[in-house]
């Protein structure tokens, strides 16, 4: 099969990881990449490799014809890149969060449902390898029926220096990292039923809120809490971000632990292995878990472009993240639990 031909529009701090990770998984070329601000694009193409660089995304759709585009820009452009992509017949890899709020993101799928063009969100946390391992472990039945679980994304991790525009966002940190967790949640232990969430400024010189505590039930009856933080000014030192579960069940309990350990606990014991993610030469090792994991996330969306395979974050199932993302804020500005039919 010949190489997949695609284009990246933005080419901010993430598309340093995201064209790499291409790179690993193969089967394309990278023949454009489009940025407003042109110099920024050609610094990044002289990086990679990449023979053209766009001002404007028009003409690098009429002009290179790519069999998909992958969007690494901010959130504010993705609606107009998506619908531009689905006007022209191109499949489009978006960046999440999809969209700064529900009406846009669920305008974007119908579109490109409606313009019969592959839509993709590009959804990594599920991909990365303790993640994977835990849920190869919830699904064996170690535990029995899971109850109850718990997520925790605490990241000291300077977001703000490498990511300046989160600072003036009015919606932070359960767009950002929600759509990550509350997508883990999903990806455990189903749809959820009914939410109840809380949130929480500490910095003084941002915009948006930067803690919040939700809390799921979820249609099979399991109580999930995640809770998360953007945290680096209050730390004592900087740390990585690492996501953490813990999960009961009828037989015993799931624990991703710091250092990405597992540990499953039944009447046998406690059993205890360290779950590594592969180390790739072009990731920062502060990051190492996370942009390992946009190798296999890279991977199942182009065996679904290519027709090997079902991609497991379209953008359809990443709209149902989407609704939980802002039924959450909706519930912390009433102080009230929202219900899911």
Known sequence: MAP???????????????????????????????????????????????????????????TEKPDFIDIIAEID????????????????????????????????????????VPFYIHENFRWQTPMRALKEALDSGVIGAP???????????????????????????????????????????????????QIHQVHTDIRGEDVATIMLRTERGITVTVNMAYAENFLERECFPQTLLFIEGEQGSLELAPGYSLRVTTREGTHSHRVAAPLYPWAD????????????????????LTGQGRAETSGEDNLKTVRLVFASYESAAKDQTIHFQ
């Open 77 to 116: 452009a993705h609606e107009p890149l998506v619908k531009l992509a689905a006007r022209y017949r191109v499949p489009v890899i978006c960046q999440k969060p999809m969209a700064p709020d529900l009406q846009t993101a669920e305008s974007m799928v119908a579109v490109c449902r409606e313009a019969g």
């Open 4 to 62: 997949q031909k695609f284009a990246v529009f933005g080419t901010g701090f993430w598309s340093n990881y995201q064209i790499p990770a291409w790179a690993e998984v193969g089967g394309v070329e990278l023949v454009a990449l489009y940025n407003r601000t042109v110099s920024k694009a050609e610094k990044v193409a002289e990086k990679f490799g990449v023979p053209r660089v766009y001002g404007d995304p028009e003409e690098l759709l009429r």
């Open 147 to 197: 109850f109850r679980a718990r997520i925790d994304m605490i990241s000291g991790f300077p977001v703000f220096i490498n990511q300046p525009f989160l600072r003036t966002l009015e919606h932070l940190i359960i767009t950002d990292l929600g759509s990550h967790t509350l997508d883990l949640a999903r990806f455990f232990f189903g749809e959820a039923a009914s939410l109840y969430c």
């Open 285 to 304: 090792p502060a990051y190492d878990v996370v942009h390992a994991s946009i190798v296999p996330c890279n991977r199942n969306l182009l065996e679904d």
